[in-house]
Nanobody, 128 residues
Framework: QVQLVESGGGLVQAGGSLRLSCLVSGRTFSSSAMGWFRQAPGKEREFVAGISWNGANTYYTDSAKGRFTISRDNAKNTVYLQMNSLKPEDTAVYYC?????????????????????WGQGTQVTVSS
């Protein structure tokens, strides 16, 4: 059974920072591509950032480029999302996801159906 547990969400003022963490258990984390998504009220869940299984490549949605950084620590089975210069429009529930299907070495995956397991989400609220 694969489990993902996110943490690090909270309430922050615009311009502030948060670091989200996602601990993965139940499979070989180091061979799995990972992604962060978010879902705001009344909106579809959208891709935010992804990282290849080997950590060689990352990819961001346009609104996250230059402000967010995804990283992974395979020794801790954890993926992170460092979020800086937060804006009210970043307010959402943030989910991490793991791809347990085979991944090509340097590929980053951006679609929801590219991933196989999801965490329960962590709320990020940015006040203006």
């Amino acid at each position: 059974q694969v489990q993902l547990v996110e943490s690090g969400g909270g309430l922050v003022q615009a311009g502030g920072s948060l670091r989200l963490s996602c601990l993965v258990s139940g499979r070989t984390f180091s061979s799995s591509a990972m992604g962060w998504f978010r879902q705001a009220p009344g909106k579809e869940r959208e891709f935010v950032a992804g990282i290849s299984w080997n950590g060689a490549n990352t990819y961001y949605t346009d609104s996250a480029k230059g402000r967010f950084t995804i990283s992974r620590d395979n020794a801790k089975n954890t993926v992170y999302l460092q979020m800086n210069s937060l804006k009210p429009e970043d307010t959402a529930v943030y989910y991490c996801a793991v791809r347990t299907r085979r991944s090509r070495d340097n590929d980053v995956y951006t679609a929801k159906n590219d991933y196989d397991y999801w965490g329960q989400g962590t709320q990020v609220t940015v006040s203006s």
